[in-house]
């Protein structure tokens, strides 16, 4: 199907239009998850296991982070490493003790790239004779660029932990259970994803606002806090890009999932609050009128973008989520990518794109699995959109071509999730709209000097 | 396996990136998994490029790692040729496909039968090379090919040019403020009266490599990328090279001296000292700068330099020979180039450092508490934490090393800009004066626990002489002696501040 033949599709009974590119396109490394993840867990330690490729994207994708006294470090594989001259097991104890001795953290991640995959080096094999031998807990991750993309390396670390039995009932949840009038009574939950500390504690209380009560975050601020996971406990979770650990918790945890659109939004918000109410048989209570609270503030942003178009260059898997909450705020979405490995676990925010679009009467926006960055800056310059949201690769490329852009991995780092910051998300969007609408009077709008 | 938070240098492939896509119409193809195309973002980003980055990736993903690269590979690099029309492709080897072991170069043998573009496989092994290295024999690989392709086409013209000529080789991007220094030697060659023949690899078609060996001579302005190109050219048509980084009024002297010897020997008589004592004595301020009164504080004072080789032993040379300071260790992380540099600088400073790891270099600089440190961006982070003034010098680099004014570091001009950037490293001359006076930087205890200086102590009084010599003392130091000399009083249980007490705390504390 064409892009055209799409745009003019007026037809909005038919399905969303599944499209399948190359797969030749740019984002980040999956490792980059050590950079939000060793904040978010206080007592963890991150040891990246590959070679100088993955340390030099680390060091120049993080930035000013990596001065910062870092708990993450790589095992940098020599030639020795991959020619098997040198002892995997040995060579792991050595850097694992001088982490210990260093920084004693409470558990260290190890992180598996494409080399470690390559060699086959068995660090599932290796960790727990090593942990035994360190006493310190040691946990694997796949989080490499053969089989992910970007934010998906939370998700390999997260389903790794999910897999850990946590035994110890920790203190912050037995402080907890003192107010328990506060809540009805409801089969445990356990919400998954990370996400900045301010923001748990945002997403608790609405909850806490419908009398549910969470029984613990995957992962949590420490090692130590991390939930007691039972069979039957109901698991949902918060970012859109967590199918391998929600899988996880179902299959190896024997958790129910609730699958529920993503609360990015107020829309989504909502619909993922409502959705974890009819799970846990609650009525909820008062979420339209906070809604429509939320839309009301968001006013002045929202004239800037209503009738806007957008494109999703797509590198972080937000992307389905962000489509539908822009749609819902009046812009109209011309393209956006999706994994189909997440196809089953993004089932309920599909739906709600879908009747999103439908509600707007608007198309629904092409969607692209394995784009092809190439093919899409054609479409691009054909499409003209309003805004395109993309890789640094290509955000100043665009600029100077006369395309406003915005950085997409701002939006991983900013905080989105909830009523309270749906707020934040609109501030990203339309920056380099109230931008160039400031700087319109330099002149010519395209700085191409070139090509 | 190695414990490693921070490399002053990138991988192999990074190098490699930097010569292709610093070419016109050269297009680079990785064979390397999702996420490794980060080169795009830096170019992009850095040097805030307008142009999309010449770099994509062939994909490894786990079919790739099943059944090889089959036809991927060839595919991507005729797609790009009809795409883009490029007049070379490199296909560029990763540390994954590196032990892959699969045949990349009968992937290229293969695509260039079908392609426009000529096709090229860079031949540098990640295990073994960095991305200096590989910088440097990706640029002889491309060189020797189309000289090769120009002989066998019998295009190659080695008539020298009939006025003096040079080829600059050391012009790329993501290099530490290359492109002013470029237009500096530029600029230095106009006034040489001297031809420039063409500038590689920045901005330079593949096309212009033929007319290299019509330059009299070769000038490398680095030592870390340029070398072998220039080794090459000089094995084969004689053009002689001049590794001499004019950084600095003696070397870029010594550079113009080698240029006039070798003018000289192809019987053109120049003389160019005159020029280099205007400009020396006149032109450049930098001279007169360091022996000019305020300049005389810096005497002695203990400095550390780190960084590439070429900047690394330029700089210590300035601040020892040029501007009097003393520099205790000078190191850099090339360990490959460790005979030259030990060669370079050897008598300049008390002891020399070859290491990568950015730990021992924070030690070092820890233990040696110099005043002042020139380094990389690394070594300006650990200075913060130390609270010594830091100089950047050279890559590792971040954003704001990619300024948009006009900062060369070579040639005349560029011998000002780091006489400014020394100057402003240490802490001024007057401002030392009244620290050294006064107890030093260092506020070893804070009374209260606010800082602000009203809320403190407030038994302790100032009577009038005391205050009035306080007021003129100057604003920025004024609250810290206020502080130490009150701390002064307060251990010595002294209830009022006179002149007497203040000279006896500005004695007890110095």
Known sequence: MTITQVINNVNLKEKLNFDCETGNYHTFCPISCVAWLYQKIEDSFFLVIGTKTCGYFLQ?????????????????????????QLNDYEELKRLCLQIKRDRNPSVIFWIGTCTTEIIKMDLEGIAPKLEAEISLPIIVARANGLDYAFTQGEDTVLAALAQRPNLKQSDYLQKEKINNHDYIEHLPLILFGSIPDPVVNQLT???????????????????????????????????????????????????????????????????????????????????????????????????????????????????????????RAGMIVFELVFHIWI??????????????????????????????????????????????ITGMAHANPLEARGINTKWSVEFTFAQIHGFTNAIEILELVTRPLRRNQKLQKIGSQQYTDRR | MKLAYWMYAGPAHIGTLRIASSFKNVHAIMHAPLGDDYFNVMRSMLERKRDFTPVTASVVDRHVLARGSQEKVVNNISRKDKEE????????????????????????????????????????????????????RTLEQIVQFYIKKAQKNNELDINKTTQPSVNIIGSFNLAFHNQHDIAELKRLMCDLNIKVNTIIPEGASVQQLKDLPKAWFNLVPYREIGLLTAKYLKEKFQIPFIDITPMGIIETASCIRK??????????????????????????????????????NLTGKKAIVFGDSTHAAAMTKILTREMGISVVWAGTYCKYDKSWFEKEIGDLCDEIVITDDHNLIGDLIAKVEPAVIFG??????????????????????????????????????????????????????????????????????????????????????WNFEAQSELKKIPGFVRGKIKRNTEKFAEKKQLKTITLEVMYEAKEAIS
Not at chain 1, 368 to 376: F, S, V
Not at chain 2, 105 to 129: C, K
């Open chain 1, 60 to 84: 120049n994708a993080l930035g000013v982070m990596i001065f910062a006294e870092p708990r993450y470090a790589m095992a940098e594989l020599e030639e020795g490493d991959i020619s098997a």
């Open chain 1, 205 to 327: 209380i609405e909850l806490k606002k419908q009398g549910i009560r969470v029984s613990g975050w995957l992962p949590s601020k420490r090692y130590n806090e991390l939930p007691q996971i039972y069979e039957g406990n109901y698991v949902c979770g918060v970012n859109p890009y967590l199918s391998r650990t929600a899988t996880t918790l179902m299959r190896r945890r024997k958790c129910k999932i609730i699958g529920a659109p993503f609360p990015i939004g107020p829309d989504g918000t909502r619909a993922w609050l409502e959705k974890i109410c009819t799970i846990l048989k609650i009525q909820p209570i008062g979420l339209k009128e906070r809604e429509n609270e939320v839309w009301n503030n968001m006013f002045n942003y929202i004239s800037l973008i209503n009738g806007k178009s957008v494109f999703f260059m797509g590198d972080n898997l937000l992307e389905i989520s962000l489509a539908r909450f822009l749609l």
């Open chain 1, 343 to 388: 196809k089953r676990y993004q089932g309920a925010e599909l739906e709600l794109l879908q009747k999103t679009c439908k509600e707007k009467k608007v198309p629904f926006p092409i969607i692209i699995e394995k784009p092809d960055n190439y093919n899409q800056v054609d479409r691009i310059r054909d499409m003209k959109p309003d805004l395109v």
């Open chain 2, 85 to 136: 029309k490029p007049d070379l492709v490199v296909l560029t080897p990763t540390c994954t496909s590196s032990i892959l072991q699969e045949d990349l170069q009968n992937f290229v043998n293969r695509a260039s039968i079908e392609t426009q573009a000529d096709v090229l496989l860079a031949d540098v092994n990640h295990y073994r090379v960095n991305e200096m290295q590989a910088a440097d």
């Open chain 2, 259 to 296: 240029i006039q010897y070798i003018l000289n020997e192809n019987k053109v008589n120049v003389n160019f000292e005159k020029y280099i004592d205007i400009q020396t004595r006149f032109v450049s301020q930098s001279a007169w700068f360091s022996r000019s009164i305020d300049c005389q």
């Open chain 2, 376 to 461: 990389t961006q690394m070594e300006r982070h650990v200075a913060k934490r130390l609270n010594i003034p830091c100089g950047v010098i050279s890559a590792p680099v971040h954003i704001q090393n990619f300024p948009l004014s006009y900062r060369p570091f070579l040639g005349y001009e560029g011998a000002n800009q780091i006489a400014d950037l020394i100057y402003n490293s240490f802490t001024l001359g007057m401002e030392d004066h009244l620290l050294e006076i006064f107890g030093g930087h260092d506020t070893k205890e804070v009374l209260s626990p606010t800082l602000s200086v009203n809320n403190m102590s407030s038994e302790i009084k």
